[in-house]
């Protein structure tokens, strides 16, 4: 019997620091939350009204953004908001350039494929003579800006791009030339740019949109959208047989025949890939029939060419998404708020343990024995979440609820060490009730616990953000409080029970913590 409890007090403390040693030596911390860490936060609003697949959609590919950014452990979720709408929450710690990341991974317009109509010249608004006053020009702006947005008509004449100014080319790949006199259609020079944020609106009408670098055109008139970047399954940057980079494109199975629909009616001729009101690149077509991928080529770096293939391949939201809230956390803050948790922590356990001991005695040690045991297998435990697949981030809520634990811990004991003086008043020994008080005192030691999980779990469920980090932590301390009292505490107890000179010490025994008179340790 008694070895049996010291094996099992053994290979406790063997797992618990165990973990522990595992994670410090490979150099391993817990992954950090935004409030802890300091970085990007942004909630994301659908403009309309969509279903969960589709926000799912959206939060796979924001997450698929952040990783080809490099971004560590990012934390993209849905969450409930107002009505009825559920919201998509990127949390995004120790990022050192928010601006950067959110202007990447917040491109939140859909990708769609317009035909090229036409070049068009710069904007020309109202004008003054060459002699008006600064106010007047000024005011000229004004009117301009205020002016209605209007809908570009067609091009006119021989303006429009057509198959006729395709220029084939020995190697295979041709060009697209219009006459120089062609380029722009002057009567669209009256006519605005078309915002971004009327992209979506304008989706079966002409948009005019600036024209990607050296197209000979200042801006581009777009036709109605043809298909949308949901046609495309996978894109990459790649080295063709001339050497120039490519960009190579996979089509769903769905998209394979939408392209090559597209492609009929744009052969020889220019389709723009236009992504939140920009026009990301507008290459010839050159074959009416792909085989289920398709190849973009031109003037491309390897660096614009990966920056290419990312935009087609995380660009395609199911859905329009508006900015509901973003917020900034500095590292200072963070990291003020980190040493503030910790100094609670540590505060709150030295209190714990001094009262312990000094109320229990030897039974104290247990305490803190039993409270350190299990700070360094949740610690352990914790790391190895955090440094693997499941991603877990220890945010300041989850150290709020690791802090509650404490006190949930410590109630086991003095559960515990609470029936032993029961068990003592009734005339049994110390060594008889630490076995049988034990068992009394476990059953309402899982009774209390199951509370505690139960809450953890209904919390875990029906809330959102940080309240399920403090959730988690609370259920995974309980959890773990409830095999640490049956294969670390009882045993140790039960040892130290036992043997006399734990039990008979003048200042520290088990018979004074337990506030007996005539301390008898049994047969």
């Known amino acids: 019997m008694t070895r049996r409890l010291a094996t099992s007090v053994l290979l406790t403390c063997v797992a618990c620091f165990g973990i522990l040693g595992l994670v410090l030596g490979l150099g391993w911390s817990p992954k950090l939350g935004l409030d802890l860490q300091g970085g ?36 993209i979720t849905t969450q409930s908001g107002v009505g009825g709408k559920d919201d998509v929450v990127v949390q995004l710690p120790g990022v050192k350039d ?23 010249p710069p904007y020309v608004g109202p004008t003054v003579s060459g002699k008006a006053s600064a106010t007047a020009r000024k005011a000229a702006a004004a009117i301009a800006k ?12 021989a303006y429009s ?33 078309t915002p971004a944020s009327l992209d979506e609106r304008y989706r079966n009408q002409n948009v005019l949109f600036t024209a990607p670098g050296g197209t000979g055109a200042a801006r581009y008139l777009l036709g109605p959208v043809q298909a949308t970047g949901s046609i495309i399954k996978s894109a990459f940057a790649g080295l063709a047989s001339n050497g120039q980079y490519v960009v190579d494109m996979n089509l769903t199975s769905s998209g394979s025949g939408v392209f090559n629909q597209m492609a009929a009616k744009n052969y020889q001729a220019l389709l723009a890939n236009d992504l939140d009101g920009r026009i990301i690149s507008a290459p010839v077509i050159e074959s009416s029939s792909f085989n289920g991928s398709a190849q973009i080529s031109g003037s491309f770096t390897q660096a614009s060419a990966n920056k290419l293939a990312t935009e087609l ?23 003020s708020s980190l040493n503030a948790g ?66 949930i811990t410590v109630d086991s004991y003095v559960v515990y060490f609470e029936r032993l003086k029961d068990e003592v008043r009734a005339g049994r020994s110390v060594r008889a009730s630490v076995d049988k008080g034990f068992r009394s005192a476990y059953r309402t030691i899982l009774s209390a616990d199951a509370v505690s999980l139960i809450g953890a779990l209904v919390l875990w469920l029906l809330s ?11 259920g995974l301390s309980t959890l773990v409080d409830i095999v640490t009292a049956y294969v670390f505490t009882r045993p140790l107890v039960i040892l130290l029970g036992r043997n006399r000179i734990f039990t008979e010490a003048r200042h520290l025994g088990v018979a004074r913590g337990l506030a007996l008179r005539s301390p008898e340790v049994g047969p």
């Open 98 to 120: 928010p601006q950067r990341v959110l202007s990447t991974i917040g491109t939140t317009a859909q990708l769609y494929f317009r035909p090229v109509l036409c070049g068009a």
């Open 161 to 193: 791009y057509t198959s006729a100014y395709y220029v084939a080319s020995g190697s295979g790949q041709g060009g697209y030339q219009p006459p120089a006199q062609y380029i722009e259609d002057p009567a669209l020079a009256s006519y605005r740019s």
């Open 464 to 474: 959102v953000g940080n309240v399920r980090g403090f959730a988690f932590m609370l």
């Open 40 to 75: 990007l936060s942004v909630v994301y609003q659908p403009v309309h009204k969509v279903s969960t697949s589709q926000l799912q959609t959206v939060v796979n590919i924001m997450t698929n953004r952040a990783n080809a950014l490099g971004v560590s452990q990012p934390n």
């Open 342 to 407: 910790l100094a609670a922590g540590l505060l709150g356990l030295a209190l714990v343990m001094i009262y312990t001991i000094v109320y229990y005695r030897a039974l104290g040690i247990v305490v803190v024995l039993g409270l350190v045991t299990t700070a360094a297998f949740l610690y352990g435990l914790i790391t190895v979440l955090g440094n693997t697949s499941t991603g877990l981030t220890l945010d300041l809520s989850g150290v709020t609820g690791l802090i509650v634990s404490v006190g």
């Open 313 to 335: 391949s995380y660009g395609a939201f199911p859905v329009n998404l508006s900015v509901l809230t973003s917020t900034t956390v500095s590292p200072s803050l963070g990291k």
């Open 146 to 157: 205020a002016l209605p947005y209007r809908v570009p008509p067609a091009c006119t004449g």
